[in-house]
Every structure is written in structure tokens, then in C-alpha cells.
């Protein structure tokens, strides 16, 4: 009887782990109380949505690389200017990623350049796969970059 209750246990494990393991969905507002991205870093899994709500004045999300987080990246992803504006009753828009491979950490900035350059002023994010931050203890470098 007790084998059979530990069998019934691991086969429900088994059931719950694609809930468990299911994409997740992720905000990030753009530029809502200043040049930053709030949050600006996601902790993300496979096939997880981020969604940048573009609550505040105009901004971009410009892939880039750790190594020269102000520069875009060949071939990488923008989401293109967008923004409320000066108009707080208008609608935020909003752009999303969808994480196809949790294991590239991906690493964004802000293009736009008035009245200073943002990125350079922090406005800088980055999603990392769950699993990988113990493994990346030089994260917060970039802010100071
Ligand atoms: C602000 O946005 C609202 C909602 O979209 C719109 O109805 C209104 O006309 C806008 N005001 C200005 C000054 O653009
Ligand atoms: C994810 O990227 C890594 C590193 O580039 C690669 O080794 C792996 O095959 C990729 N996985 C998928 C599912 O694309």
C-alpha cells in the first residue's frame, strides 16, 4: 500500500511539471518616473514573455551585449521609439519578447539621446535565464558603464 501511494506521488510530480515549468509573463516599464527601465532585470525561462509598457516619454529597447552595452547589436532586435509622450490620459503602448533560448543572456539600452544619451545615464537592462545569476556576479557592472 505505501509503494503504491509513493508510485501515485512521483506520477503526479511528473503531471504538475509542465505547469511549473510554463512560460511566465514579465513587465517592464519604460521611462515611467525617469530614463530607466523599471524593472531592469528579468530572471526568465524558456518561452517566457517580457512586455515593455511604454508608460513615460519616448524610449527604445535596443538589443546590445554585455561588452559594449551602449552599442547595438548586428542583427539584434529594437522595439523602435515609443512612448506616451507628454499626454498622460493616452494609452501606453507596449512591445514584447518572447524568450526563445533562456540560456543567451540578452542585454538592452535605451537609443534615445536627448537630453543626454539615456544608456549612458543607466538606462540599460538585461534578462537572464533563472538559473544564471550566481554565475554572473559582474551584473551590476554595467550600471557604472
Ligand atoms: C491625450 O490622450 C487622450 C487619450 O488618447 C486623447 O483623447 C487626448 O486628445 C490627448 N490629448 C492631447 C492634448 O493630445
Ligand atoms: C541556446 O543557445 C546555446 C548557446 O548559444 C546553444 O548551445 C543552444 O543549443 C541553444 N538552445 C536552443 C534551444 O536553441
Not at 42 to 66: E, M, R, Y
Not at 125 to 138: E, I, N, R
Request: charged content about 10%.
Amino acid at each position: 500500500m505505501a509503494r503504491r501511494v509513493g508510485l501515485v506521488a512521483v506520477v503526479s510530480i511528473t503531471h504538475l511539471f509542465p505547469f511549473v515549468a510554463c512560460e511566465a509573463f514579465h513587465e517592464i516599464h519604460v521611462g515611467a518616473s525617469g530614463s530607466f527601465y523599471d524593472p531592469a532585470t528579468v530572471l526568465a525561462n524558456q518561452n517566457d514573455v517580457v512586455t515593455f509598457i511604454f508608460d513615460g516619454p519616448f524610449h527604445d529597447v535596443t538589443q546590445s551585449t554585455f561588452a559594449r552595452p551602449c552599442q547595438p547589436l548586428a542583427g539584434g532586435f529594437s522595439s523602435g521609439t515609443a512612448g506616451k509622450g507628454t499626454n498622460g490620459s493616452a494609452p501606453s503602448p507596449s512591445w514584447s519578447l518572447r524568450i526563445t533560448n533562456a540560456s543567451v543572456p540578452i542585454w538592452f539600452y535605451c537609443g534615445a539621446t536627448i537630453p543626454l544619451p539615456h544608456c549612458t545615464t543607466g538606462m540599460v537592462g538585461y534578462v537572464l535565464k533563472l538559473t544564471q545569476v550566481p554565475a554572473h556576479p559582474s551584473i551590476d557592472a554595467i550600471h557604472g558603464s
